[in-house]
């Protein structure tokens, strides 16, 4: 087997010769220099050629040598700058370099004694041969002179090659003609390849074009029908079997497919002993509140969707099995700030049921914070102000998209991402579970008590019903038919029946690898389970990203093309309750992940037709921002009012951007929690985006997590023509295919240092405000604040230097080698993960890495920048305030460190942008 080795190889260090001799295409007709290795004549021999014509002349030399023992995995390639010093010899010198043969043997040093022994040797073989061949005298004249022939020719060929390769400079020096980079930042510090590549930008805008008139919006509908056909929870039969078959439907559209398994603690309710609430009488009868049961509502069609009894089932995952019996406390939505204000009222929550309603935070976070003040149970229900705004029982489901009286959402409680007993680790079957269900409660990881979710049909009961203090502020009072109280002495009963049991997960990967670099992966994510059938969510994502594949796969074939980057379609299992199947993957695949991929999308359901809602990081912000300038709008209020595009509808719904000064960007949120996008970025520092469609500029998605996300609704009430979830589809490919496409990855760097700039001016207000600036003492707060200004600084001048590069190479107005490409795909994509500290933002937080981006501490929904140093001051607040001195100095610590380790990110990321090394 013969395999070459091309000087360009060893400068990008390939892990392994190629399996077929490589040729070079070499168009400007340079010379082209390499090794030819026999396996098994154990013969080196390189050579040059040169080509004026297409007759191309060579400079062989041939070397014999034993293979070493050594197997440390290194060769010997021939360097073409030790030909050009050798004025003597065209006889190329063997000299050590890194590079792995396919046989993991190292092949010996030869110097120049070692080469004319050799040399000497073969020649002496050679005279051999033709005195034993050579019978017939009058042959020996004949050889003579073709020798003579042949060697003139060579001294010829030669002469001509060295006039042509030194006519305008030394072989060992690559000319600007030949570079052709129009960077002089590259030149002065190594040579590059000489072939140069330049952004295509009508190739690109062909291929978008296409893309996006290759959906079929039918398709979307018709894979809603199927994903919704029965209740589907994770860990269940019905989960498996839409799992299979999202594997075969990616098979049959040409992706490679693969499935991963984890074994996970899940809960459920007993669905034939359903939740029930109840109070006592003056008699000290039990009288029924809630039977844990929600109603059948809608035409026909809609009510055989719901015919599965296990729909009607009101239950929270992870809530306690058990009974709890006491007086209630109204607690609004249970946010910090609410219980306050009912600790500044002197109401205790000792031995209390809490009734609480939706929204504000995450569920999980209202539970805990009452159990952390003794609350015995809690009750969460949605309140007509919230979710059926028009306080009118004609204009909600099915009449409209409102939440009915009977409508209870569902959800998990976990405190945590991921499986709860194996933290920080794949859940497979070599792991060892460090954390008990027991241990896991006593934290409060998962709650303690007994929790029930409820609609407002039942929740009025228990407001009618109780005859305390009345609420003193207006923003505490809903929409329901009752007096709003804070308290009562009326006793209730909250009974539970759940039960937690370890089920096996699959996620479902399809991955379409790319042209040029396979090693770097853009990843669409997207979940398939649901707490009942989940037309909404997470269906409508579901239905949209299966066509996507169907479209990138038939347009590949169809024009023969693939992106340069690798395109995974990632199907995560069980992200309902607590976003596991993607957490499990992500702690599974941590080390690759961290090398090569490049960024994550993420679609977690569509709900509307009117504007999309976006979380990202700065470094996606213009990417998105060009995506939907490519997206027709669906919504067609928007097209008579003149917002023909998605980013039209955008902006104006949106105006207000993240970069101050900058109204090209519209509004983007801070990523937090809330779907699976969460852990890629926290945890990894994989920059991600989430993308919704919603309606604006009133939120209408209220039957969410209830019975009635069914394919009639979507048909009927949400996305009739399915014209949004086409025109997310579209959004989400382009934004994909341009990620993966581009030749510099189309991150923009300056827009990070911008909206750090901004968020470190803010979050230094906040701080005085609270006081932090005195205890740290003024001196050395202003000392630390300096640093960090002067390092935002240093940092913005790169990001500024490398944004120009990016935006050249795009754009179309410079080429770069394929070395230099290389070099700044590597610092872009690094970029975000220099401000991931690995010890977690402090030591209560460690699965939170990522120092700027992170979920509040008390609202694991929403995002927040620098929680490591925000967390910890509001702590070190309270602490102070109450007069904990010894827990206020612990938090004042935390936020000198917590300084240090984000001044720290900020003076890795300069140093991963620098183009100069760090050295």
Same mark, same amino acid.
């Not at 109603?295 to 992870?318: H, I, S």
């Not at 009449?399 to 709860?420: F, N």
């Not at 909404?536 to 340069?564: F, H, Q, Y």
């Given at each position: ?6 000087? #360009? ?32 004549? @154990? ?45 003597? *010899? ?15 043997? &190292? ?12 040399? !000497? ?24 002179? @073709? ?67 290759? =959906? ?61 609430? &109840?109070?006592?009488?003056? *008699?000290?009868?039990?009288? &029924? ?30 809530? %306690? ?24 009222? $002197? ?29 015995? $149970? ?6 007509? =102000? ?37 933290? =920080? ?22 709650? +303690? ?15 009618? +019903? ?43 990967? !399809? ?62 299992? !069980?992200?309902? =309750? ?37 979380? /990202? ?23 008579? /009012? ?46 991600? @985006? ?32 399915? @014209?949004?979830?086409? !025109? ?9 295919? +341009? ?82 490409? #290389? ?84 003076? *890795? ?6 183009? %100069?090394?760090?050295?």
């Amino acid at each position: 087997m013969i395999r070459t080795v091309t000087y #360009e190889d060893s400068l990008v260090l390939n892990d392994a010769f190629d399996d077929e001799q490589q040729t070079s295409n070499d168009d400007d007709k340079e010379p082209f220099h390499g090794s030819v290795y026999d396996d098994e004549a @154990a013969t080196l021999t390189s050579f040059c050629i040169t080509s004026n014509d297409e007759s191309p002349s060579r400079s062989i030399s041939d070397s014999n040598f034993p293979r070493s023992t050594d197997t440390s995995k290194s060769a010997w390639i021939a360097d073409r700058q030790q030909l050009d010093n050798d004025s003597d *010899s065209p006889t190329w010198h063997l000299l050590k370099r890194p590079h792995y043969g396919t046989n993991g043997l &190292e092949y010996p040093l030869l110097n120049e004694n070692r080469i004319e022994g050799h040399r !000497a040797k073969v020649k002496t073989n050679e005279l051999k041969n033709k005195e034993s061949g050579i019978s017939s005298g009058f042959l020996l004249p004949l050889l003579i002179s @073709a020798v003579f022939v042949l060697s003139l020719t060579a001294i010829i060929l030669l002469i001509t090659v060295i006039v042509l390769t030194t006519k305008n400079g030394r072989i060992s020096e690559i000319t600007d003609a030949n570079c052709s980079t129009n960077i002089p930042r590259f030149n002065a510090n190594y040579k590059p390849f000489r072939q140069t590549m330049w952004q295509n930008l009508q190739q690109h805008s062909d291929i978008s074009r296409k893309l996006m008139s290759s =959906f079929r919006p039918m398709n979307i509908r018709d894979n809603i029908r199927w994903l919704s056909e029965k209740v589907h929870v994770a860990g269940t039969p019905e989960n498996a079997h839409i799992m299979r078959r999202l594997a075969e439907q990616y098979e049959s559209y040409g992706y490679e497919v693969k499935t991963y398994d984890y074994k996970v603690l899940l809960s459920y309710p007993i669905y034939d002993r359903p939740n029930r609430i &109840e109070y006592s009488d003056e *008699s000290g009868e039990w009288i &029924e509140v809630s039977n844990g049961l929600g109603e059948r509502l809608g035409p026909e069609e809609a009510k055989l969707q719901q015919a599965d009894p296990r729909g009607l089932v009101y239950w929270t995952a992870y809530s %306690q099995n058990g009974t709890a019996e006491g007086s209630i406390v109204y607690a609004n939505y249970g946010t910090f700030d609410d219980y306050s204000q009912l600790d500044k009222l $002197g109401i205790s929550l000792n031995g209390k049921i809490v009734l609480c309603r939706y929204g504000g935070i995450f569920r999980g976070d209202k539970v805990q914070m009452a159990e952390d003040r003794g609350a015995i $149970g809690v009750i969460i229900y949605n309140d007509p =102000f919230d979710y059926a705004k028009d306080n009118n029982a004609n204009k909600t489901f099915p009449d409209r998209v409102w939440m009915p009286p009977s409508g209870a959402q569902r959800g998990t409680l976990l405190k945590t991402d991921g499986d709860p007993e194996t933290p =920080f680790f794949p859940s497979k079957h070599y792991t060892y579970r460090t954390e008990r269900e027991d241990q896991l409660r006593s934290r409060r990881i998962m709650p +303690n008590v007994p929790v029930m979710p409820i609609g407002y049909r039942d929740a009025v009961k228990i407001m009618q +019903n109780l005859d305390g203090p009345l609420v003193p502020w207006s923003g505490w009072k809903g929409n329901m038919n009752a007096t709003y109280r804070l308290t009562g002495s009326t006793r209730f009963r909250l009974s539970v029946n759940s039960v937690t049991s370890r089920r096996t997960i699959t996620n479902v990967i !399809a991955t379409m690898r790319g042209s040029d670099e396979p090693d770097r992966y853009v990843l669409f994510g997207n979940h398939f389970d649901a707490w009942i059938q989940g037309a909404i969510d997470p269906n409508s994502g579901t239905a949209t990203l299966l066509e996507m594949a169907r479209v990138l796969s038939s347009v590949s074939r169809e024009i023969k093309w693939r992106p340069r980057r690798t395109i995974m379609f990632c199907q995560w299992d !069980a992200e309902e =309750f607590g976003l596991i199947g993607s957490s499990e993957w992500v702690e599974e695949f941590m080390k690759p992940l961290q090398q090569r991929a490049v960024a994550m999308i993420n679609v977690d359901n569509i709900n509307g037709n009117t504007t999309i809602s976006v979380k /990202a990081v700065p470094l996606l912000y213009r990417a998105i921002v060009d995506a939907t300038a490519k997206t027709p709008s669906p919504s067609s209020s928007g097209h008579r /009012a003149g917002r023909m595009t998605v980013l039209d509808s955008w902006k104006f719904y949106y105006p207000k951007g993240p970069v101050a000064g900058d109204k090209s960007i519209p509004g983007i949120s801070i990523p937090g929690s809330g779907s699976d996008f969460q852990r890629f970025i926290s945890y990894l520092g994989i920059p991600i @985006a989430d993308i919704k469609f919603e309606c604006a500029p009133v939120y209408s998605y209220m039957v969410y997590h209830s019975m009635y996300e069914i394919p009639w609704t979507v048909e009927n009430l949400v996305d009739k023509d399915f @014209a949004a979830m086409s !025109a997310v589809g579209r959004l989400w490919l382009e934004l994909g295919r +341009n990620l993966a496409d581009s030749i510099i990855i189309p991150f923009n760097v300056l827009d990070y240092s911008l909206m750090l700039n901004d968020g470190v001016v803010k979050m230094i207000h906040q701080l005085e405000h609270i006081g932090i600036n005195f205890a740290i003492g003024k001196t050395t707060f202003t000392s630390m604040i300096g640093n960090m200004r002067d390092a935002l600084k240093r940092f913005q001048s790169s990001a500024e230097s490398m944004q120009h590069i990016i935006h050249s190479v795009n754009r179309g107005q410079e080429a770069v080698t394929i070395r230099q490409a #290389e070099m700044l795909n590597n610092r872009v994509q690094n970029l975000e993960r220099a401000f991931i500290f690995e010890q977690g933002i402090y030591a209560e937080r460690t699965q939170y890495r990522h120092l700027v981006f992170t979920s509040s501490e008390h609202n694991d929904y929403s995002g927040v920048l620098f929680a490591g140093i925000m967390d910890p001051a509001i702590r070190w607040r309270n602490a102070y305030a109450s007069g904990d001195l010894s827990r206020a100095n612990h938090w004042l610590e935390t936020v000198k460190i917590s300084f240090t380790k984000l001044q720290y990110a900020i003076e *890795s990321a300069i140093l991963t942008l620098n183009l %100069q090394g760090f050295y």
